[in-house]
């Protein structure tokens, strides 16, 4: 004989509302927990502290400082830029090679008399030291503390990204800032503030950067020095008005240079390097870049689209003496190879 099953009780409206509650309130917890993992995978730390992503900064732009320089560059400047060894200049140069309106120079490598050498020339001279990393080769390297040292700089040995926020940190960058004053440079180029886009080991994020900035116009205007921003194209927005002038680098090559044009627009210069295949080798040494190259660089279309307005050296990536402008002018500044070979942009 077959049992029939047993009736099954109806539920009551309560009881379906309630579980209905509890499926929802899982559900709903499911998925916060995927998107706050697809968040933390995307945006924030990794296994090693390193922000590989951070968020955009939100904040406001800073607020225009109140005082006015004595030199800043402007809009179209010419320049020219070493880094690798000191400009070689006789007593009895006339005349630099280029003869260009700027020189942007390594601070720790440059003899302060070369320096009033190219004033006495006419030039402008900005100083170069990286505000974003140690290196060790540097005189001053012993003052850095392990707290202050985070990861290799990917592909530059002997550098590591620095915790921009530690007080050791900048007093060491107010000693390089006065010592560019005691040297008579009318300007800096501080280097690898963009250390949030790396793996810095720091977590350190854009707020880091921007907060570092301001720190560093703080300590360069009072000295009548001009300030400029290093590449770090996404905090332009907040620091363009403590800055001067951008540095950057490859804008055509990766198609950013639409990123740099706040600069244009506010009458502030952007001096643009680009490093093409071959740059200052071979026949290009003498004769410079075949015309493909250079309208890929120059030609204010394709990938220079965005950098109408901007001061383009085409150079090696040791950033010796070596130089190509867009007028297919080729130039060669004699270097003292003795003094330095490591003080290299990024």
Known sequence: MSIKPASKRPWSLRLKLLLGGLAAIIILGLALGLGLGLTIGQNGDDDDGDSNNPPTSTRSPLPSPNTTLPWVPRVNDTWQ??????????????????????????LFDTPTETIKQLHDLGKKVICYFSAGSYEEWRPDAGQFQPADLGKNLDGWPGEKWLKVGNENVRRIMKSRVEMAKEKGCDGVDPDNVDGYQNKNGLSLTQDDAIEYLSYLSSIARPLNLTLGLKNAGDIIPVVLPVVEFSVNEQCVEYGECDTFQPFIEDGKPVFNIEYPKGAGEGEAQTHGLKDDVMEKFCERSGGAAASAGFSTVLKQMELGGWVEYCDGKVEVTAVNATVGNRGQSR
Not at 90 to 96: E, G, M, P, Q
């Open 81 to 106: 830029i070493i880094l690798s060894h000191p400009p070689l200049l006789s007593s009895n140069d006339k005349a630099t090679t280029p003869n260009v309106s700027i020189f942007d120079i390594d």
